[in-house]
């Protein structure tokens, strides 16, 4: 397995023709197209919220790196969460921690404490690396409704893996289902998008899934995929 220049820009059509024949594809051949091409110079970013991403891509590349935010602030059942998967797939489990320790900076300044506990550990972890693998899905949000399988992570200049952006949230259920997953237990407590305790809450049945997140202060998104 050859991995790629990191300095080069890729053929940004080329990403666009891959990204497009991988849309009626299985999510486990966009992981095996990003391995292929990357090898170890490939991450997957983890948020732990469900086991689904994991376990498409160890099927595929059993040793391939995952990296786990540690913010401070998960809430107990996550990082119980992590431990399991960890166990359950022989994970190659990287944790990252913040450079700042634990504040009230939550309180006051989400952007900047998502910032620090959240954006900075995340370029640490991906410096170096050509490509990485993200749960994105379409159905998250309006503003991830177009976002491509494969592309260009501008900001980041490496390239950017969705295997699961067509997913949608009944897709997911099934594969879970499909595959007996462990699940995170505050997803039957009401939690359909799991961050921080200090900024997630339970959304009422009907209500947005990610309308628990940073409710009422006005943010709707950690940075991460800016
Ligand atoms: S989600 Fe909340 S607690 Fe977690 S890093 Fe962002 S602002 Fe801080």
Known sequence: MTAVDR???PDLAELAEVSAGLETRSAGAAVRWAYERFGDDLVLAA???D???IDVAVEVAPRIEVVFLDTQYHFAETLWYVEELRRRYDLNLRVIEPLVEP???WRTDVEGCCGARKVEPLARALAGRAAWITGLRRTDAPTRA???IVSWD???SM???NPLAPWTDADMAGYVADHQLPVNPLTERGFPSIGCWPCTRPVMPGEDPRSGRWSGKGKTECGLHA
């Open 7 to 9: 300095a080069a820009v």
């Open 47 to 49: 948020s732990f919220q």
């Open 51 to 53: 086991a689904v991403l």
């Open 103 to 105: 504040d009230n900076r």
């Open 146 to 148: 177009n976002a491509p």
């Open 154 to 156: 501008v900001a980041r």
């Open 159 to 161: 390239v950017k893996v």
